[in-house]
């Protein structure tokens, strides 16, 4: 499957329920009154793109057709991927490997950080950067297994302690592994933590300034990546803007973009945070991973022209 | 302090503007029903929900009493709040025990919401029950998987049946029942692996789970983080192969959890029980009416409460709740509140109940290895110091330092932390003081 394929896939319920609704309201009213804007804010706030965005696009479409005074279909859902698009804000990770790079899997319980660390792991290793993977996450059971599973599978080598050992020391150790072997990447798999617990976070900065401190000499670059789960509602904003806080964020991961969820909630935090999209979780698959598409998001999200 | 508007201050502020105006109007009643429609809409529910909800809610405001109130914001978020409790709760939430004396139940759910965690977290509740728990995990999907669960059974001491050369989930089922009768075991758990509803092939293989074990209770995980899609998925897994109820997970966050109130009223089907944290023992009842505060941003004050005298004995309690209703807490409150805190471990849970308090904690710097440094400043103070902070002067504060220590800036920061508690006090006690002598507790029936 092709990767817009994967993309359309993933999100056709969602373009399938805008375009139904879409038609539905475009045949009851015909022309563009309050009543089609209601009802366009309501499917916008049904893929989870929260109240606010869905009220900017609208109001930005009320205040275009009354300009312009067009009102037609194609000008409409025209208009409103050209604002979406203006919202979304991508950027590919093409760090320099020339030096150490090191990437933080950061994000809260469960959205897919050990996943999208294995996924990234094979597919940096597989274009022949060599990369190394660290599973600091010492607190969930099992969760070095099933990160080392996914070294296998990566054939790229695990960092790792047991189970409760200092996430902080497994940094350290896959730092000084890292810069031992010449290693170009390497990616840190943390516990999922909710941003609500003081303590968790300060162990995520207690990492951080582990990978700085033992980075500078090799002049390591560090990367910070949110992962967030696409079926997320509002609350990811609160997530982004909770880790921006500890730690800045130098990009954000939508992952379970090929299943039940709409992901609108991107639109909602890349609006609140201006921070990246830069990959997209399209299955649980080693090569389910893409770089985030805006364009190939938001035609998923809108009807059929 | 932003963080703390909930949905009451934002209808009391509307109906403080209209003062002077004898009674509200069609348009008031609009305005504010356009708050809750944005509160509801904000915690996640469903917009159909939401849609239908404002609609009832808005005629039962139309009646006069609710008009002629000299209160009614606060009467409106009472209307609303009462609907809500009344929607999630409802029917019996009890857990089905098979008549033949074998109990299964069968979790399933979308990717990472917590069911293996979830699976053990209930083996553990009904160990604790007495009851004879066997957990099984059918999940050959996602690496590691059966090894989480038998890992954390193992924590628990309780058996778990994986078979990690079988391919079948089905398969693996059906011999964890026959393991589970051979061990004498009553009640069998089944962890499926995560799915989208949407994945037929998927879907199809907890079919065949679903019809190799016969399940008691089909329990849909779903996390308090979830967004509208979660109405889809409940009504589609219910289609699919059946639900008899929902754990929430994930509650201990900051979430508003507005999901739970859509598949309760979609689905018709109750909430049965939360998830409260990562920890094996971190699995509550479910309470509808802190629910319903919960997603109205309200804050699960109740829990905080209720966890508190839980550890914290009764009386100590009780006299906590009236200095919290009277709008005091002095620095003496705090130190209790200290001592106890110290024992019971985890102030950062209950505190990070509060909507927003995440950052509002930080901010306070309510670290546990500092209490007994705070302790012992407030130890140093007198009495009457403890009784009314307002009195310590600069000279006061220098003593105190000497006393307990500490530097002049420790006591400093104490009192300003102190200032922030009393603040964040204020706020619970303070809801509902428009509303007459009524405190928040007394609203909510405590
Ligand atoms: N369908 C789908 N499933 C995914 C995707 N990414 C991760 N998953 C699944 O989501 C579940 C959780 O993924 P993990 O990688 O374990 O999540 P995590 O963030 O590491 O979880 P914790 O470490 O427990 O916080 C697993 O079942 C994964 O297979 C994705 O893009 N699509
Ligand atoms: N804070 C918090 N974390 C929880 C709770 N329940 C589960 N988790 C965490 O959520 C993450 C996912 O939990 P799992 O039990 O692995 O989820 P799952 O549904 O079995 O995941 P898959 O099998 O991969 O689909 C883990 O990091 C758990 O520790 C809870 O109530 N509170
Ligand atoms: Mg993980
Ligand atoms: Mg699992």
């Known amino acids: 499957m092709s990767l817009f394929d994967k993309f359309r896939s993933g999100l056709s319920k969602t373009r399938q329920a805008v375009t139904e609704g879409f038609n539905r309201v475009a045949a009851s009213f015909g022309v563009f009154d309050e009543d089609f804007l209601d009802e366009l804010e309501m499917i916008l706030i049904q893929a989870d793109s929260g109240v606010q965005v869905a009220t900017k696009l609208t109001d930005s479409i009320r205040e275009r057709v009354r300009k312009e005074g067009k009102v037609d279909r194609e000008y409409v859902l025209g208009t409103l991927k050209d604002d979406m698009l203006a919202i979304l804000e991508t950027k590919p990770f093409r760090p320099d490997f020339e030096h150490l790079n090191v990437v933080f899997i950061l994000g809260v319980n469960g959205t897919g950080k050990t996943t ?151 639109l909602a935090v890349v609006e609140d945070m201006d921070i990246p999209l830069v990959f997209a979780g399209l299955g649980e698959g080693i090569d389910d991973l893409a770089p985030f598409d805006a364009e190939l998001f938001v035609d998923s999200l809108l009807p059929e022209a | 302090m932003a963080v703390f508007q909930g949905l009451s201050e934002k209808l009391q502020a509307i109906t403080d503007r209209m003062r ?24 996640d529910v469903h917009y159909q929900v939401v849609k239908d909800l404002t609609k009832e809610i808005s005629e039962k405001s139309a009646g006069t009493e609710v008009m002629q109130s000299i209160t009614p914001g606060q ?86 049946y994986i078979n990690k050369e079988e391919k079948r989930a089905e398969v693996i089922a059906k011999e964890a029942m026959d393991r589970g009768r051979y061990l004498l075991a009553d009640t069998l758990i089944v962890d499926t692996a995560g799915r989208m509803t949407i994945d037929e092939e998927m879907m199809t293989e907890l079919k065949a789970i679903a019809s190799a074990v016969k399940p008691d209770e089909k329990l849909l995980i779903v996390d308090a983080m979830i967004g509208q899609e979660a109405v889809n998925i409940a009504l589609e897994f219910d289609r699919e192969i059946g639900l008899d109820g929902f754990i929430m997970t994930k509650l201990d966050g900051d979430a508003r959890g507005g999901a739970a109130l859509s598949i309760r009223r979609i ?28 997603i109205l941003g309200m804050g699960d004050v109740l829990t905080l409460v209720e966890k508190a005298s839980r550890q914290i004995d009764e009386e100590k309690a009780q006299k906590t709740l009236e200095r919290l209703q009277k709008n005091r807490f002095t620095l003496q409150d705090m130190l209790e509140q200290l001592e106890q805190v110290r024992d019971m471990g985890s102030i950062q849970d209950m505190v990070s109940m509060l909507p927003g308090a995440g950052g509002k904690l930080k901010d306070a710097e309510v670290d546990e290895k500092e209490f007994d440094r705070l302790a012992a400043i407030i130890r140093s103070m007198t009495i ?57 507790f007394s609203q909510f029936g405590l």
């Open chain 2, 75 to 160: 009467q409106i978020v009472k209307i609303v709040h009462d609907s809500l409790t009344e929607i999630l709760g409802g029917s019996e939430s009890k857990l089905a025990v098979s008549p033949k004396g074998f109990t299964v139940y069968m979790l399933y759910g979308l990717q990472g919401a917590g069911k293996t965690t979830t699976a053990a977290k209930l083996a553990n509740y009904l160990k604790d029950q007495g009851k004879k728990p066997i957990l099984t995990s059918v999940d050959v999907h996602r690496p590691a998987a059966a090894d989480q669960l038998n890992i954390l059974a193992k924590s628990i001491d309780v058996p778990c």
């Open chain 1, 116 to 266: 999208t660390a294995g996924k990234l792991a094979a597919s940096f290793q597989r274009q022949g950067i060599k990369t190394m993977l660290a599973a600091a996450d010492t607190f969930r059971a099992a969760a070095i297994e099933q990160l080392q599973a996914w070294g296998e599978r990566a054939g790229v080598p695990v960092i790792s302690n047991t189970l409760r050992s200092d996430p902080a020391s497994v940094v350290f150790d896959a730092m000084q592994s890292a810069k031992a072997r010449g290693v170009k990447l390497l990616i840190i798999d943390t516990a999922g933590r909710l941003h609500n617990k003081p303590n968790l976070m300060s162990e995520m900065e207690k990492m951080h300034r582990v990978a700085a401190r033992e980075g500078e000499t090799v002049g390591a670059v560090i990367h910070n990546f949110l992962v967030l789960d696409a079926t997320t509602g509002q609350n990811a904003v609160i997530q982004a803007r909770a880790f921006n806080e500890v730690t800045t964020l130098d990009g954000l991961i939508i992952t379970k973009l090929d299943g039940n969820a709409k992901g609108g909630i991107a």
């Open chain 2, 20 to 43: 002077g105006k004898s009674r509200i109007t069609e348009s008031d009643l609009k305005e504010m029903m356009r708050e809750i429609r944005l509160a509801l809409l904000e915690a």
């Open chain 2, 267 to 294: 689905t018709g089907k109750p909430i049965k029980l939360v998830g409260m944290g990562e920890k094996i023992d971190q699995l509550e009842v479910f309470h509808p009416e802190r629910m319903a505060s919960r």
């Open chain 2, 384 to 440: 009457r110091e403890r009784e009314n902070h307002k009195i310590l002067n600069a000279s006061r504060r220098r003593r105190i330092a000497a006393g307990s220590g500490t530097s002049i800036q420790d006591v400093n920061k104490l009192i300003r932390q102190y200032e922030q508690t009393q603040k964040i006090m204020k706020q619970f006690s303070g809801f509902g003081k428009k509303g007459g002598k009524r405190g928040l």
